[in-house]
């Protein structure tokens, strides 16, 4: 065990979030994401919704402050009138890790699908609000 890092991140997944570098991505897809056909690297956290691995991650790793956009969401598809109410929980996950929230954008499924095959890994989660994927954008840590 070790002090102050969630019981949530498995070893698996800190060993990612160490390897990964300024500018690397990672998905955390919902129940309903195509993750095996996405990814060069999964790592499975089944049973926990995003909301909690979001926060988890976000008190280990900052995202990055050079780009508009570091947190990019997966939009509502044309003509489908679902409000997708799980993104408010994660602009509060934002702003309690990040001055300025997550600076999200949501970009079309089929663009979401393409940026998550180059992403640095995916983590495959239980959640099962729709249109919950997200992608996040590794930063700089910067020592104050």
């Known amino acids: 065990m070790l ?4 019981s949530i991140l498995s070893p698996e997944l800190l060993k990612i979030l160490m390897e990964m570098g300024h500018s690397d ?19 499975r956290l089944d049973g926990h919704g995003i909301p909690e691995i979001l926060d988890a991650i976000l008190t ?14 997966m939009a509502v598809m044309k003509n489908d009138p ?24 949501p970009i079309d499924r089929f663009e979401f699908y393409d940026r998550a ?5 995916t983590i495959t989660t239980g959640e099962t609000a729709l249109y919950a994927n997200i992608i996040l954008k590794k930063g700089v840590v910067v020592n104050k």
Request: charged share 30%; hydrophobic share 40%; net charge negative.
């Open 3 to 6: 002090k102050n890092i969630p």
């Open 60 to 73: 280990l790793m900052p995202l990055d402050t050079y780009v508009e956009n570091p947190t990019i969401l």
């Open 25 to 43: 991505e990672i998905v955390i897809a919902d129940g309903n994401f195509p993750k095996h056909a996405h990814a060069k690297n999964v790592v």
């Open 82 to 105: 679902y409000v997708p109410e799980i993104w408010d929980k994660y602009r509060e996950i934002g702003f309690k890790h990040e001055k300025d929230g997550l600076r999200e954008l």
């Open 117 to 121: 095959k180059e992403a640095y890994a």
